[in-house]
């Protein structure tokens, strides 16, 4: 449920209630324009050796500016690259620009205030400001990731998080300044704590990686191709390919084949009467052979047996 429509506001403001449940499933508090690309959150598969065991291959979010999740009923898992998080009422996470990241609910029960906004977009003249304020601002700092309900600043900044839902409500002429000075006092309380961290770039996706992913993210998976990708982002074959291994520490052409393969997986299983023949050729397999050959690798049989063993 849409209730303000800010234009070109760097703020996002959204309350989700108890999301599992159909008769609130609706109930939520937006205040930020659609159209924005800032929040155009881009859905990634990360290579196994960046993910926990257990969730290999598990879908990641990311998106270009710094998210805040205040978690006000019930708990949930943050995964962030290869960290889990358990954030039960009153606990905090800040994501970090290009941070990969996903939220599970316990029981699908879990009630979050998420509050996004673009650092650079919310002050002007940042050279006027000393350290830690031009830093973070600048990017060349990050917040901690997480704000425990036990952490002394935690109820300041719970409080002004709430507010925050009440501004959205109220659509007072003034909410876009009312929404930026909570933020900027969210922002100050963490500052003077010192609650920044330099920015891990083990746990960033740099902008050569991201503008990749974001390819993958809006293609068809027989269009995913080395060749397709390297030019979509102004680089040669051979300096994309070195650059994905040396981010992810995996070549991009077996990435390319396990995302190919899970895509496989799940369309198998929701319909496994889909041809073989058919399935290879929607994700940029013209040789069938090759196709059945490398899911067979992965999956320790081959794709006809997979689709047997999910027949009704």
Known sequence: MSIIDINKSPVFVSFLQHPAEKDVANKLITAYPNNSHLWETHHIYLPKALTTKNHAFFKYQLHEGVEIIYITDGQGTLYMSDKEYILSRGDIAVINPYQPHNFEFDLGLCERLCIGFSPKLLLSNLNIYPD???SFFKGKCHL?????HTDPIQPE??????????????????IELELHSNL???IAIILNKDYITEPDKSSIVPSIIYD???YIDSHDYSEITTANIAKHIG?????FCREFKKHFGT????YMHEIKITAAKQLLSSSPQTPIEQLAAELGYNNTAYFTQLFKQHEGMSPNQFAQNHKV
């Open 132 to 134: 830690p304020i031009n």
């Open 144 to 148: 901690i990731n997480l704000i425990l």
């Open 157 to 174: 900044i719970a409080d002004l998080l709430k507010d925050m839902i009440h501004i959205c409500l109220q659509k007072n002429k003034c």
């Open 184 to 186: 900027l006092h969210i």
């Open 212 to 214: 990749s992913l974001h």
């Open 235 to 239: 680089y040669s074959d051979g300096h």
């Open 251 to 254: 070549p991009f052409t077996t």
